[in-house]
């Protein structure tokens, strides 16, 4: 008995259905071939009105007091999720888990609060110290990168700025220290004269890490530099 074509098709589909079922991560309900089921995706804690410089939350999309009475050297933030439960505790399991499935999950977050990212001409993850690198085996901000850039069509460089300092976790320090930590923390050799460029991360706290980045890359030529993270933390944790 022959078989037609779409039928195939539909087997193979359903098969495929079938071998990629798995549990929500947060609930551990059935969710198809998905890492979280419709109901845990539909509970998480999206960001809503936002400073554009600092992604910090607030009453209105103007930009908030503190980036005015204080510019920071990045230029615009765009972050799609407060950094609160459960977002916290899925970057964690990305981050120290190797849940990297986790970071496609995270582009496509990125990807719908981002829109059409028509003013960028390079994308470069936040860099790890080497010593970083290699305890963890991998850098979560690069893993989201390479499938942004894959997906927009503008090229990443994971080497093109690098770490120098091995700071201090800034979570472990006072929010006034944070700054004073990660000075001279990077180092850019490259010409990026004129360039656009988007800066990925997993968390943005203070913004003194991005801050530091981006004032890196200014000084070696960059015309604007944006952030693009998964989460930012509200404004007076």
Not at 173 to 195: I, Q, S, V
Not at 198 to 207: E, L, P, Q, R, Y
Request: charge should be positive; glycine fraction near 8%; hydrophobic fraction near 45%.
């Amino acid at each position: 008995m022959s078989i037609s074509l779409r039928a195939l098709l539909a087997l193979g589909t359903k098969i495929g259905h079938g071998l990629l079922a798995q549990d929500c991560l947060l609930c551990q309900a059935a969710s198809g071939g998905q890492l979280l089921c419709a109901a845990c995706a539909r509970e998480l804690p999206s960001i809503g009105p936002a400073c554009p410089r600092c992604a910090a939350a607030g009453n209105s999309n103007a930009e908030c007091g503190a980036c005015i009475a204080d510019p920071p050297h990045y230029d615009a933030s765009c972050a799609a999720f407060v950094y609160a439960h459960p977002v916290d505790a899925l970057i964690q399991a990305l981050k120290y888990g190797g849940q990297l499935a986790l970071a496609g999950w995270f582009a496509q977050a990125l990807q719908q609060r981002i829109g059409a990212a028509g003013g960028v001409d390079l994308i470069l993850p936040l860099p790890l110290h080497p010593a970083r690198l290699a305890e963890r085996g991998f850098n979560q901000s690069a893993e989201i990168a390479k499938l942004l850039s894959r997906h927009y069509g503008i090229a990443m460089d994971a080497q093109l700025a690098q770490r120098v300092r091995n700071t201090a976790p800034q979570a472990a320090l006072p929010w006034r220290e944070r700054a004073r930590n990660m000075r001279g923390a990077f180092a850019c050799d490259a010409d990026l004269g004129g360039l656009r460029v988007a800066v990925v991360d997993d968390v943005m706290t203070t913004g003194a890490t991005l801050d530091e980045f981006a004032r890196t890359l200014k000084h070696s030529g960059a015309a604007r530099v944006e952030n693009w993270v998964v989460a930012r933390t509200a404004r007076d944790v």
